[in-house]
DNA sequence: TTATGGGCATAACGCTGTTATGACGCCGTT
DNA sequence: AACGGCGTCATAACAGCGTTATGCCCATAA
């Protein structure tokens, strides 16, 4: 094995990544082209195809390292008295990372079209993984009495993500303006979405509260 | 005024908003280009920056009329009886609609980056005019007393739209497989929706049935 | 010391959106 | 009837894009 994984020396691929990361963040996927990235580390174009094969492949990278950033922040949210509460966190990590990587996000979840890259079966698994955290407290609410008993964790799971996937992408597009902001509308999404599992009213509005107070 | 907006002879305006929805549609977004428009209806590039300025500018009308097809499709939906089962037609049309010209969908809500398009306050308008309807159904809801009377129709109509687009977009995505596809989650969705909005359960699972059959 | 192979620069290919220029024909006006 | 203006469009060009064939350099392995 050589040092091909282990970035000692600061390394035209890692630099690659973090100018990509860079420019998607500030200047949107249209701003990407690989001779500006390569100009910007200092490189020809030929460092793209080296590392990454092609335009597409790198940014499937971004996006792999993406998903890292997002379990991170998943992961921390610890278990405890109030899974309702939990899993109100979990979805206020997820709009947190969405408002915070919007571009990478998009990528993520097929919303950008940057160009002819397309996901794969392997991203589309990296992404339906994420969904364990949600489905375990999901079962947990379940088990603690708050939602029905027969509620089916795996439906439930992708009515959420479904409808905290479309949250972000609404308000990153500017659609969610008006009378009721983005955090209005998580808020009462997630209330009702405990309400409609079976949890009592006033119970699930405190959960949210809490959950999404941090 | 001269016959600028009849299209009495076949102009080219009319042909290359054809071509393009045609492309967009059968290869995608990425296989749309000035060129390949006008090579495909005999004329030069000149007549893509005549008629629309620019290739988004191009887009962007392209998009105008996939907005007028989807209030045709939204506007046959007739009131009845059953305010629940016409929000659940609603939502069932919407379904069908980015099912059908997903592409055109994504420019609409801002899931396609499209080389440079991007959506203008006008654009936004339009599409939020749509949530009218909606909105009317929502609110016949709670008039007709299946939902509470203190429902908020500018929130609720906020977290449907969101609903349906993040099921729309990971539905298109391929990300909505497994145990249960679109059309389970929709119904799951629906239901939930109506029961957290203070509609009988019993009811609710009728009128989303009935809604959804057609 | 030599051979192997990864990283990279150069230069080129065909593609893209866009535009300056000039020509054509239709239309209302004088 | 002749004119001017305008909308439409073809040609050709520009810069930028992703991608690739070629060959050099240099570190490591034999």
Redesign the interface.
């Known amino acids: 094995m050589s040092t091909a994984n282990t970035p000692n020396p600061p390394n035209t691929r890692r630099l690659l990544l973090d100018e990509a990361a860079r420019v998607l963040a500030e200047e949107?996927?249209?701003a990407l082209s690989a001779r500006r990235l390569v100009k910007a580390v200092g490189a020809s174009t030929m460092a793209v195809y080296t590392h990454f094969g092609s335009m597409p492949g790198l940014v499937r990278e971004v996006m792999r390292e993406g998903i890292g950033r997002f379990e991170d922040r998943v992961g921390v949210v610890g278990e405890g008295d109030d899974p309702v509460r939990e899993l109100v966190e979990l979805c206020r990590v997820y709009q947190e990372f969405a408002r915070a990587e919007p571009e990478v996000y998009?990528v993520m979840?097929?919303?950008?079209?940057?160009?002819?890259f397309e996901?794969t079966e392997d991203d589309?698994q990296m992404?339906?993984r994420l969904l364990r955290y949600p489905r375990n407290a999901i079962r947990r609410c379940a088990a603690a009495g708050r939602f029905r008993s027969d509620a089916d964790a795996?439906?439930?799971v992708?009515?959420l993500?479904?409808?905290?996937?479309?949250?972000a992408?609404?308000a990153?597009?500017?659609?969610?303006?008006?009378?009721?902001g983005p955090d209005?509308?998580l808020a009462?999404?997630l209330?009702?979405?405990a309400?409609?599992?079976g949890d009592d009213p006033e119970r699930a509005a405190a959960s949210v509260r809490s959950g999404l107070a941090g």
């Open positions: 949107g996927p249209a998009a979840f097929g919303g950008s079209a940057m160009a002819g996901l589309r992404g339906v795996d439906l439930l992708r009515q993500f479904a409808q905290m996937h479309g949250l992408q609404l990153h597009a500017g659609y969610i303006i008006g009378v009721y209005d509308v009462g999404t209330r009702d979405f309400v409609a599992a």
